[in-house]
């Protein structure tokens, strides 16, 4: 074979290799993941699912997480960046229930599919939503809180970022469970934002004002819960004096349960992630069909040809007989 020839040939197996690459690379789906914040463990579960989704894994989707800092500003600038790259569609968690809107508006007009999760928006432009009901959740944390206080005694409510959806939707949870309790009034309500640094603030102030005056704490989350935990150890009060209970189950909350020292509900953001990806995967592929487990685990939330508007996925509660395992499930 002949120099020329050789040359030849290799150049025709590099353009056909390269050709193969770009196909291969055309055929991945570009799917971007705009999560509120990355700080705290639950959006850090949320976003791990989210990675190990088995499309992620295989190589048909190609996902880029987005770090939206707790700014819903952030979060829109986010949005636009992935409309100027082209992406095929959006999984959004965002940090504001209406000034997300317009971020989803903007994906709209580009003719991108958004999929809401874990945390709502007020659009009707969303394809689907897979969350939690926040209701549901504000209801039983504040309940288990009442349960345990016989409806007497006060208490104080750690919110949620105000305007976030979860605030929202569990403040009316918490109202709910407080009106089967009248006489028990609510001393102090405001937010510390997720952060579990920021309610042992609070709660320390709040003890200084109020000290065993507060019989139950209502967190809207469980980094809050377990911040106020450590407020009242730091006063030197006993914990087992006070009804505490936050959402989520991240793993020192499953700790502390164990321990007898709070309620949690697991808030299961792996289902979420997982389901609002082959949500976002159908949008973009119609003969898609899902590839995580969580249908399978969760047969109640059926999967109905990826066509429905809202997936919910189920509350755990957790309790003595299964905390043990959720801890495992964390090893």
């Known amino acids: 074979m002949t120099i020329k020839k050789l040359i030849?040939?290799?150049?025709?197996?590099?353009?056909?290799?390269?050709?193969?690459?770009?196909?291969?690379?055309?055929?991945?789906?570009?799917?971007?993941?705009?999560v509120y914040g990355l700080n705290a463990e639950f959006m850090q579960l949320w976003a791990d699912a989210a990675e190990n989704h088995p499309a992620v894994q295989s190589g048909l989707v190609?996902?880029?997480?987005?770090?939206?800092?707790?700014?819903?500003?952030?979060?829109?600038?986010?949005?636009?960046?992935?409309?100027?790259?082209?992406?095929d569609a959006i999984v959004f968690v965002p940090i504001d229930i209406d000034a997300g809107a317009t971020a989803v508006e903007l994906a709209s007009e580009a003719g991108i599919p958004v999929v809401g999760s874990n945390t709502q928006v007020n659009s009707d432009l969303l394809t689907a939503y897979v969350g939690s009901d926040d209701v549901q959740a504000g209801y039983m944390e504040a309940k288990s809180v009442l349960d345990e206080m016989n409806c007497e005694g006060d208490?104080?409510?750690?919110?949620?970022?105000?305007?976030?959806?979860?605030q929202i939707q569990r403040g009316e949870g918490n109202e709910k469970a407080l009106s089967e309790c009248p006489d028990v009034e609510v001393l102090e309500q405001q937010t510390a934002n997720w952060s579990r640094a920021e309610a042992q603030s609070l709660m320390e102030n709040w003890l200084t004002s109020h000290g065993s005056d507060i019989k139950g704490v209502i967190a809207q989350n469980d980094e809050m819960a377990l911040g106020a935990i450590e407020a009242i150890k730091a006063a030197g009060m006993d914990v087992n004096d006070f009804a505490i209970a936050g959402v989520d189950g991240v793993t020192d909350?499953?700790?502390?349960?164990?321990?007898?020292?709070?309620?949690?509900?697991?808030?299961?953001?792996?289902?979420?992630?997982?389901?609002?990806?082959?949500?976002?995967?159908?949008?973009?592929?119609?003969?898609?069909?899902?590839?995580?487990?969580?249908?399978?685990?969760?047969?109640?939330?059926?999967?109905?040809?990826?066509?429905?508007?809202?997936?919910?996925?189920?509350?755990?509660?957790?309790?003595?007989?299964?905390?043990?395992?959720?801890l495992e499930q964390r090893q």
Do not use: C, H
């Open 62 to 87: 190609d996902l880029t997480v987005f770090d939206g800092r707790y700014d819903a500003l952030v979060q829109q600038d986010q949005f636009e960046t992935m409309i100027t790259q082209g992406f």
């Open 155 to 166: 208490v104080v409510i750690i919110e949620g970022p105000i305007g976030q959806s979860a």
């Open 8 to 34: 030849s040939t290799a150049s025709a197996a590099a353009l056909g290799l390269t050709l193969a690459t770009t196909a291969s690379a055309q055929d991945k789906i570009e799917i971007g993941a705009a």
């Open 253 to 326: 909350a499953l700790r502390a349960v164990k321990a007898g020292e709070m309620a949690s509900i697991l808030q299961d953001g792996a289902a979420q992630a997982q389901g609002a990806i082959d949500v976002a995967i159908k949008a973009v592929k119609p003969d898609y069909e899902p590839m995580s487990e969580i249908w399978e685990q969760y047969p109640e939330m059926s999967w109905e040809d990826g066509s429905k508007s809202q997936y919910d996925v189920p509350w755990t509660p957790v309790t003595s007989d299964n905390v043990d395992a959720l």
